[in-house]
């Protein structure tokens, strides 16, 4: 079962189309990384899927609802209650602790559970350091809050754009475990990477240039296909 369809996608500002013709689906469960050097549209991609942009042309499915076919309302329940956002720049409120950043998604989905995001914080390795603010913490461990965050409300599917891309080596690597746990765990993800070893941890790895999907390589274990 697909999550997200792409049906001929195009976006434009003025004469330039950051995408053009993009077409592609994402099954249940399927850990997808998308890939291509600055500029080729990787995050306007992102911001597309995520409800926080429409397309200028084609069409988006997200769990069966054509999006340019819904009002303001019903694409922000779509962002509030089917998509979980880990950003490379953390957005954190500054003056909230760990725990009430991740009930902050809480508050704007249903109500807050301090347990409940206490758990999520546990899950990423930092149930110590939920009373801690974000000028506290470390930059990895302030992108787990972020994911923490972004699970409180069970989303159906994962966004993440760059999410390793500010953390050191040690840090990145925490991070991407998280990841590919969970995966293993039956969440669906799209990673959008610059890192080549991260993006061939996901099953299928979508290339992008100038807009349009040029490549996709599809990963079983240590076997790879390459699609042009």
Do not use: W
Request: with cysteine.
């Amino acid at each position: 079962m697909a999550v997200v369809k792409l049906k001929n996608v195009y976006k434009q500002y003025g004469q330039i189309y950051a995408l053009h013709d993009v077409s592609f689906e994402v099954k249940k469960g399927e850990f997808i990384s998308i890939m291509g050097p600055s500029g080729s549209g990787k995050t306007t991609l992102l911001n597309l899927i995520s409800c926080l942009d429409q397309p200028s042309k084609g069409q988006i499915i997200i769990n069966g609802k054509k999006i340019g076919e819904l009002s303001q309302k019903e694409l922000t329940l779509i962002r509030r209650e089917e998509v979980g956002l880990v950003f490379q720049q953390f957005h954190l409120i500054p003056y909230l602790t760990a725990v009430e950043n991740v009930m902050l998604a809480q508050y704007y989905h249903s109500m807050p559970d301090k347990q409940e995001a206490l758990e999520a914080l546990a899950r990423v390795g930092l149930a110590e350091r939920a009373d801690h603010f974000p000028s506290q913490l470390s930059g990895g461990e302030q992108q787990r809050v972020c994911i923490a965050r972004a699970l409180i409300n069970a989303p159906a599917i994962i966004l993440a754009d760059e999410p390793t891309g500010n953390l050191d080596e040690e840090n990145e690597h925490r991070v991407v475990e998280i990841f590919q746990q969970l995966h293993q765990e039956g969440h669906t993800i799209i990673l959008v990477t610059h890192d080549p070893e991260i993006g061939r941890l996901a099953q299928r790895q979508i290339n992008l240039e100038h807009g349009k999907i040029v490549r996709t390589n599809v990963y079983h274990s240590d076997l790879q296909r390459e699609h042009s």
